[in-house]
């Protein structure tokens, strides 16, 4: 979803004044939906591939150990810390079978998957964040981080190398 560009201008004035927000937060006080805000990001902030390759990214961070994954609906913000279990496709779902972290994601749900690369609350992220076709965002999956509160080196790695294959097949 590409806002128009007084709405864009609106929305990239908003994240100068407000760096550090989280973007759902921005598309609240503003009005836009989560995908709008995503697009006005800086280009070095946000990559965004296409939703077909949920179960390939999905695979992928299942590999890379300890994540949070949060859900943030506005007045709530879940979390769950813990390895992505490998999911599979049954019944309509792609199911996760885990601990902390289990459920089941409608099947051709996710519209696209952006590769955040920002600051959120003062500190240096990086995420994985699953779009739905009407522009909000299912859930984020964050890189863990080790005992200092450092963003795990092989996660960014595995991240930026996901991110870069991806972005270089087309756009979203």
């Excluded at 769950?80 to 996760?96: I, T």
């Excluded at 779009?131 to 991240?159: E, H, S, T, W």
Aim: hydrophobic share 50%; proline share 5%; glycine share 10%.
């Amino acid at each position: 979803m590409t806002p128009t560009p007084d709405a864009a201008a609106a929305l990239r004035a908003e994240l100068a004044a407000h760096p550090g927000s989280a973007l759902e937060d921005v598309a609240a006080r503003t009005g836009a939906s989560f995908a709008e805000v995503l697009a006005c990001l800086p280009k070095d902030e946000a990559v965004l591939v296409p939703g077909t390759a949920f179960a390939e990214v999905m695979a992928e961070i299942a590999r890379w150990g300890e994540i949070t994954l949060v859900m943030n609906t506005g007045d709530v913000i879940l979390e769950a810390k813990g390895d992505l279990p490998e999911g599979r496709f049954a019944e309509g779902f792609f199911n996760l079978h885990g601990r902390p972290i289990g459920g089941h994601i409608r099947e051709g749900a996710c519209a696209q998957v952006a590769f955040v690369a920002r600051s959120l609350f003062g500190m240096d992220t990086r995420s994985v964040q699953f779009l739905d076709a009407q522009g909000g965002c299912l859930f984020k999956i964050y890189l863990g981080r080790d005992a200092n509160r450092a963003l795990i080196p092989a996660q960014v790695a595995a991240f930026e190398t996901l991110r870069d294959r991806l972005a270089n097949r087309g756009p979203a």
